[in-house]
């Protein structure tokens, strides 16, 4: 995964009419906490941060008292019309540091003929992987899967280097048969709209 570099601001002022006044500006409040280091409160890029949380668990380099530091996204708080971000909260890695983070799955292939669909009982998987080596997604093939099959965590292809942070044997998704009206019922109901 590569670093996104944002050119973030410290942040002196603070309360909802200095928030205000940032976002005005362009900005987007924020905070880094971690390491057992005092919170730094920064204003960073509105636009850049929205461009760079596009990549799930993305690696951004902050400069903190004059040094570039890594931060994943932690919580992203945003307005409930427009969806714009209000505040993000940054977690403060280091280099070659584990972390846990949830990373999307996706599938590939054709179910089994018959209507089938893909349940997804966990819409991420829970991983730990190095911070600066974190995978965006993983791929799992439902090729040629009928109703009742399922895959488990423990099922998934993962990459070097990353390990699970769920039981292997918790269910990720599932297929299952499509539900269809009964068929009389639906003569019916076809039958009462002709006489009417």
Known sequence: MSEIRLAAEPRTEFGKGAARR??????????????GHTPVHLNLPSHDLMMALK?????LVVPIDGKDEFVLPKAVQREAIKRSIEHVDLLLVKRGEKVNVEIPVHTEGELAPG??????????LPIEAEATHLPESVTVSIEGLEAGASITAGDI?????VSLAVEADAV??????AQAAPVEEAEEAAEE???A
């Open 157 to 161: 292809q993962l990459p070097a280097n």
């Open 115 to 124: 209507g089938n669909l893909v349940e997804h009982v966990l819409t991420a």
């Open 193 to 195: 709209t002709t006489e």
């Open 55 to 59: 990549t799930p668990n993305a690696l």
């Open 22 to 35: 940032a976002r005005r500006a362009g900005f987007v409040p924020g905070v880094v906490y971690g390491h």
């Open 172 to 177: 990720v998704l599932q297929i299952i048969a």
